[in-house]
T-cell receptor
């Protein structure tokens, strides 16, 4: 069973640019969540999508956005990049059902973004 | 806001010894906690979880203890092996797949 796939794995951008990151969840998983990981702030929740709808959102500015497609694949976008956006962006998927363990998130390896 | 904190940022143990990683949380209403392990270059990997109606749960070489009175949980790893070297995070599941993570403890195994 393939895991959570994130692309690209590494990318470098300059301030003011925008970036789009992609996530393919585990087959059958309909929930996709995004997290930002930095040395200073640790792992922070960005948002979660289920059946193409954003169900929950963390405390990030509107420059951070996302979407989910009908095949459950998700993208997140960061516009007007700032130096502080340099981070590892992690995507996680789950079934988000009612059964035991349904809320366990399986993470991808992440996309490491460097903003210069 | 609600937070999750770890007691030690680093922990060094001898191979074969037991490791104990501690975590504290602030939200009295929290009812579901998860431990993750993150190796270099990888995303966090699920280790074990526990619900608030339990005070102990065991997995393969791992045990999680939950003390709701003092809002503390711990992860015990038995007979630590080199492959256990990683950063360990406790997380509070606040619903709708939103996890609040602690800062992490880096576990180093000495041969």
């Amino acid at each position: 069973k393939a895991g959570v796939t994130q692309t690209p794995r590494y990318l470098i951008k300059t301030r003011g640019q925008q970036v789009t990151l992609s996530c393919s969840p585990i087959s059958g998983h309909r929930s996709v969540s995004w997290y930002q990981q930095t040395p200073g702030q640790g792992l922070q929740f960005l948002f979660e999508y289920f059946s193409e709808t954003q169900r929950n959102k963390g405390n990030f500015p509107g420059r951070f956005s996302g979407r989910q497609f009908s095949n459950s694949r998700s993208e997140m976008n960061v516009s007007t990049l700032e130096l502080g956006d340099s981070a590892l962006y992690l995507c996680a998927s789950s079934t988000r059902g009612q059964s035991s363990g349904a809320n366990v998130l399986t993470f991808g390896a992440g996309s490491r973004l460097t903003v210069l | 806001g609600e937070s999750v904190g770890l007691h030690l940022p680093t922990l060094s143990v001898q191979e074969g010894d037991n490791s104990i990683i501690n975590c504290a949380y602030s939200n009295s209403a929290s009812d579901y906690f998860i431990w993750y392990k993150q190796e270099s270059g990888k995303g966090p990997q699920f280790i074990i979880d526990i619900r608030s109606n339990m005070d102990k749960r065991q997995g393969q070489r791992v045990t999680v203890l939950l003390n709701k009175t003092v809002k503390h949980l711990s992860l015990q790893i038995a007979a630590t092996q080199p492959g256990d070297s990683a950063v360990y995070f406790c997380a509070d599941n606040q619903g709708a797949q939103k996890l609040v993570f602690g800062q992490g403890t880096r576990l180093t195994i000495n041969p």
